[in-house]
C-alpha cells in the first residue's frame, strides 16, 4: 500500500522545509522569463516565517516530507491574496496543486471573512493558467513585476457549507 498525502496547516518549524522546496518549484519558472530574482527564489527564511503569522499557510505531506505548499491572507476588504502554489517536480500531474488550491480556499471561507480569491501567475505559465481555470479564476487583469507579466485572476467564494471537501477529504493516496 503507498503512502497518502495529506494536507494540513503548516507550523513555523516547516518554515525551512516550505522554503526549499519553493526554491526548486520555482526554477522552472525563473527560466521560462529568463529571470532568477524572481520573488519566490529571492525570499527570506525570517520574510517566510512573518508570513506565516499573519495568513494562512498549508503543506502537503507524503510521510514527513512537504511535497506542496500554498499561502494566503485576507485583505480589510475580505479578499483572499493567495500565492507561492508549489507542488514537488516529482509530485506534479497528480492532482495535488488543485486540492492544495481547494483546500486553501475551503480553510478561508471556513476561519475568515472571505469573499473573493485573487492570485497571479506568469502569462507564460500554462500549466498555472490551465489549472486555475479549472478551478474556476478568471482573468481580471495584468501586472508587471520586473520582466514578468503577470496574469491577475480571482473567483467569488462560496460559502464554507457550500463546499465540495470538507477537512476530512484532504488526504487521498498519492
Known sequence: MGMSVTISAADTGDAEQILKLQYLCFQSEAEVYGDYAIAPLTETLDSLRAQMSEGCVLVARLGSEIVGSVRAVVDSGGTARIGRLCVHPR????????????????????DRDTRRYHLVTGQRSEGN??????????????????????????????PAAASDHAASDYAASA
Do not use: F, N, P
Request: aromatic share 4%.
Open 91 to 110: 509530485m506534479q500531474r497528480h492532482g495535488l496543486g488543485g486540492r492544495l488550491l481547494s483546500a486553501i480556499e475551503d480553510r478561508l471561507a471556513e
Open 129 to 158: 493558467l490551465r489549472l486555475y481555470r479549472k478551478c474556476g479564476y478568471t482573468q481580471v487583469g495584468t501586472e508587471k513585476d520586473r520582466k514578468v507579466t503577470l496574469i491577475a485572476m480571482a473567483k467569488d467564494a462560496r
